[in-house]
């Protein structure tokens, strides 16, 4: 900070954003990001990238200037300005600001293995096969080369409550988009950053990103980060692209027609590269695997089997939680019973002092409760099986205290009280 002011990178580029740059797409073969592209938030992130496809098909050889469809998913989410929100699935959000957001986007079922598999015989690679041949369908409904990109979380986050893709969706994602000559992004805001501690491979000794893991086994055109480049410290967000996508911004204008005031905010990007260099040099995403495989096994042993829980899903140290009337059925809670809100509020009182993200419209944009657990990197075994102890008491307190009001319908009794 002493070194450098604060000036508008389109004036002057500023050395430690694109070291802070080199730290992001390090640990990603293929990407490329010659000229920085930063912002202050995952929205303004998802922003750029739909304004980065829009300017390659216009740009590559030939241009394909009618390339204006984005597909996404449904009970998805990728921020709150405008484009974000038209490009995403969540109705609630979405609903105040419809009559202003872009008719240029459309949605297809997400990958919801819980709820989207006909039935307990149906396999992943069946069900893959469906969302593969609804993608495609999709694409040819809206017209040939007509679809600039196709835009997903790949892991889930607030929308759905920590839902990882089946093994082979994203490949026969990729291999749509291909067919059809579009763009794959990948919003890893909540996801990334070594959140879902990606396993290592011969190709990605180190994984920061969601997608390098094998269960992903896809490399986007775009990506966006934000919420662990900063550790919740600094406002920051970034946005990278591989050759593909620069090779034909570089042959052609020379530049990306978009910027910020704060975008390439020094000291915003020297905290990015600290955070980065602090999870790389203590090798804290082998932690988020170890401690997150134990999250999960305790959380599936201690609230698996309430009455209330209808599934527990997650990856590294980022897990949800589900909530049903009826586990059976699968039947969510009416969405003024405001069930995942209830929880998080008795969880944030004393003595349990626990933070238990609260999220809603997981089965159809507005019915569904879960709620999400996202401990540090550094976390360790024993704080683990504390917020499991704290979590489960919460949850289990919330239904013995409101029992009478989201007694199951079919199972009655004691039941929905968690045996208390």
């Known amino acids: 900070m002493g070194k450098v ?5 389109a004036a002057l580029p500023l050395p430690v954003w694109v070291t802070a740059t080199i730290g992001s797409s390090s640990t990603a073969p293929g990407a490329k990001w010659p000229e920085p592209s930063s912002s202050s938030s995952g929205s303004e992130a998802i922003e750029a990238a739909l304004k980065l496809a829009r300017q390659y098909f216009i740009e590559k050889k030939p241009a394909e200037p009618h390339r204006t469809q984005f597909v996404a998913r449904q009970q998805s989410y990728h921020g709150t300005t405008l484009g974000a929100l038209a490009v995403g699935g969540h109705v609630a959000r979405r609903a105040l600001y419809e009559p202003l957001l872009s008719a240029n986007n459309s949605l297809v079922s997400p990958c919801y293995s819980y709820r989207g598999l006909k039935d307990i015989h149906e396999s992943e690679e069946s069900y893959v096969r469906r969302l593969e041949t609804e993608l495609d369908a999709e694409f040819h409904r809206l017209g040939p080369n007509s679809v600039a990109a196709f835009v997903a979380e790949t892991v889930v986050g607030a929308a759905l409550g920590c839902v990882p893709p089946v093994k082979g969706y994203f490949e026969a994602v990729r291999r749509v988009c291909d067919k059809h000559g579009a763009l794959l992004i990948l919003d890893e805001i909540m996801c990334g950053s070594g959140r879902t501690g990606p396993v290592p491979t011969a190709r990605y000794p180190k994984p920061l990103h969601a997608w390098q893991d094998p269960l992903v086994g896809v490399v986007p055109d775009i990506m966006v980060v934000a919420k662990g480049l ?39 990007c020297r905290a990015a590269l600290e955070v980065q260099r602090i999870v790389l040099e203590n090798d804290l995403v082998s932690n ?3 401690q997150g495989a134990l999250l999960g096994k305790l959380l599936k042993a201690r609230l698996g089997g309430h009455p209330a829980v209808g599934d527990v899903r997650g990856k590294g140290l980022f897990w949800g939680i589900e909530f049903v009337r009826d586990k059976g059925t699968k039947e969510p809670f009416a969405p003024g019973e405001a069930v995942a809100m209830g929880i998080h509020e008795l969880g944030m009182q ?6 238990l993200y609260p999220g809603t419209g997981s089965v159809n944009g507005r019915s569904g409760d879960h709620i999400l657990i996202a401990p540090a990197y550094t976390v360790t075994a024993q704080e683990i099986q504390h917020i499991v102890d704290v979590t489960a008491r919460v949850v289990e307190l919330f239904f013995y205290k409101y029992g009478d009001r989201y007694r199951s319908r079919s199972g009655g009794g004691r039941a929905m009280m968690g045996g208390q």
Do not use: W
Request: proline share 9%; net charge positive; glycine share 16%.
């Open 288 to 290: 988020v695997r170890r």
């Open 230 to 268: 900063g550790g919740g410290y600094m406002p920051i967000a970034a946005m990278l692209a591989n050759h593909r996508v620069m090779d034909a911004l570089q042959q052609g204008s020379g530049s990306f027609g978009h910027g910020q005031t704060y975008q390439g905010h020094p000291l915003a």
């Open 5 to 9: 002011s604060s000036m508008p990178p």
């Open 350 to 355: 004393e003595p349990h002092n626990i933070s």
